[in-house]
C-alpha cells in the first residue's frame, strides 16, 4: 500500500489548490479591474473630449459663419481651419489600442488650446476659459506628462492599479 | 519551492507573510485529525491563490477597461457636450460683435449656455450595469459595498456637496440629464438655422 502512495501527487496537492484558488481569484480580479478601469477611463475620456470638442464645436460655428458670409480669405477662416485640422488628429481612443507610433497628446492638446487662443484674438473675443481650466488637477497632469515610450509596452493613457495609494497618479497622458 | 511562485510572471515576493507554505518549516499542526488537515491545507492554498489571483487579474485587466470606458463612453459624450458648449460659446462671441439689440436672441444663447455649463458627466452618463451588479453580489454575499475608486469617490462626494449648497435657499435641485441635453440640441440647432449657419 506504501508503494502506491505517489508521493509526487502531494507535492503537487498544494500547488494544485493554489492554482485553482488563484484562477477564480484572478477571474473575478479582472471584473473588478475592467469595472474599475471603465469607471476611470469613462471620466477620462470625458475630460479631455469635452474640452477639444468645445474648441471644435467653436472653431466649425466660425468656420460656418465665415463660410455664409462667402469670407474665404479671412484670416479667422484659416485659423478656425487649423484648429479643425489639429482637432482631427486628436484620438477618440486611448492610442494604445491602436498605433501610437508618434503621437505626442500632451503636444497635440497644446497645439490645440494655442490656435484656439490665436482663433479668438483673431475674432477679437475672449478665450473663454473651459469649466475645466480651474482644477489644478489638469495642470499637474501636464506638467508631469508620462508618455510610457518604452517600445513594447506603449500607452498613452497609463493605468497603474496601485495596492497603496490613489489610482489618480497613475493615469497619465 | 521556489519555482512554485513563478506563477503568470510574478515573483511572489510579497506574499512572505501570508504565504501557507511558510508554515511548512514548523512541522507542528499537521497530522492530527487528517480530515481537518485536508481541509486546512486546502483551505489556505486554495485561499492564498485566490488572493494573488485576485490582485493579478486587477491588475491585468484595468488597461482593458480604461480603454473600453474611455472610448466607448467618455470620449463619445464628452465631444457631443463639448459641441454644444463650443458652439454656443461661438454665437455668444457672433452676436457679440453683430449685436443690433437683438436681445431675445442673445438671451436664449445665454440660456442654452447656462444650462450646458450646469450638466456634468454623472448626469447624462449611462449606467454601468456590469458594475452595478457585480456591486450587487458583492452586497448580498458579503453585506458589504465593494469600495469605489479614491478618486472618483472623492468626485462624487464633491458634486453631492455641490449640490447640497446649490440647493440652500432654491428647495432643491434636479439635475439635469440627458433628455436635456437633447432638447437644447436642437433649440440650438433651431438658433443655428435661424443664422444660418450649418452647426454640425
Given at each position: 500500500m506504501a508503494s502506491d502512495f505517489d508521493l509526487e501527487s502531494l507535492v503537487n496537492l498544494e500547488q494544485t489548490f493554489y492554482d485553482s484558488g488563484y484562477e477564480d481569484g484572478f477571474n473575478h480580479g479582472r471584473i473588478h479591474g475592467l469595472i474599475e478601469g471603465r469607471a476611470l477611463g469613462r471620466e477620462k475620456g470625458f475630460e479631455m473630449w469635452e474640452e477639444v470638442g468645445f474648441y471644435e464645436g467653436f472653431a466649425k460655428l466660425w468656420k460656418a459663419i465665415y463660410t455664409r458670409d462667402r469670407r474665404f480669405d479671412d484670416r479667422g477662416l484659416h485659423h478656425a481651419q487649423q484648429l479643425l485640422d489639429l482637432i482631427a488628429q486628436?484620438?477618440?481612443?486611448?492610442?494604445s489600442m491602436s498605433d501610437a507610433s508618434d503621437l505626442d497628446i500632451p503636444r497635440l492638446f497644446r497645439q490645440i488650446r494655442s490656435r484656439y487662443k490665436v482663433l479668438c484674438a483673431t475674432l477679437g473675443v475672449r478665450a473663454t476659459l473651459r469649466?475645466?481650466?480651474?482644477?489644478?488637477t489638469r495642470e499637474v497632469e501636464e506638467d508631469r506628462p508620462?508618455?510610457?515610450?518604452?517600445?513594447?509596452?506603449?500607452?498613452?493613457w497609463e493605468v497603474q492599479s496601485g495596492g497603496q495609494g490613489s489610482i489618480s497618479g497613475g493615469l497619465s497622458f | 519551492m521556489a519555482g512554485k511562485f513563478d506563477l503568470n510572471g510574478?515573483?511572489?515576493?510579497?506574499?512572505a507573510d501570508e504565504s501557507p507554505w511558510a508554515d511548512e518549516g514548523d512541522g507542528v499542526g499537521y497530522g492530527s485529525n487528517p480530515d481537518v488537515e485536508w481541509a486546512k491545507l486546502s483551505n489556505d492554498f486554495t485561499n492564498a491563490g485566490y488572493r494573488e489571483g485576485i490582485t493579478a487579474g486587477k491588475e491585468a485587466s484595468l488597461q482593458e477597461g480604461f480603454d473600453a470606458g474611455y472610448a466607448q463612453t467618455g470620449a463619445p459624450l464628452g465631444r457631443d457636450i463639448g459641441l454644444m458648449r463650443g458652439t454656443v460659446a461661438g454665437l455668444l462671441s457672433y452676436v457679440s460683435l453683430v449685436?443690433?439689440?437683438q436681445d431675445e436672441l442673445v438671451a436664449e444663447i445665454r440660456d442654452i449656455s447656462n444650462q450646458l455649463a450646469n450638466i456634468r458627466f454623472s448626469d447624462i452618463a449611462p449606467r454601468d450595469m456590469e458594475a452595478e451588479q457585480h456591486a450587487l453580489e458583492h452586497l448580498e454575499s458579503t453585506g458589504e459595498a465593494v469600495d469605489e475608486n479614491e478618486e472618483l469617490e472623492g468626485k462624487r462626494r464633491m458634486e453631492e456637496l455641490e449640490d447640497m449648497l446649490g440647493s440652500l435657499g432654491r428647495g432643491g435641485v434636479k439635475r439635469a440629464g440627458i433628455e436635456d441635453v437633447k432638447r437644447l440640441k436642437e433649440r440650438l440647432d433651431s438658433l443655428c438655422a435661424r443664422l444660418e449657419v450649418s452647426c454640425g
Open positions: 486628436f484620438p477618440m481612443a486611448n492610442p469649466a475645466g481650466d480651474s482644477s489644478p508620462r508618455l510610457v515610450g518604452d517600445g513594447a509596452k506603449r500607452r498613452v | 510574478g515573483d511572489g515576493s510579497e506574499m449685436s443690433q439689440g
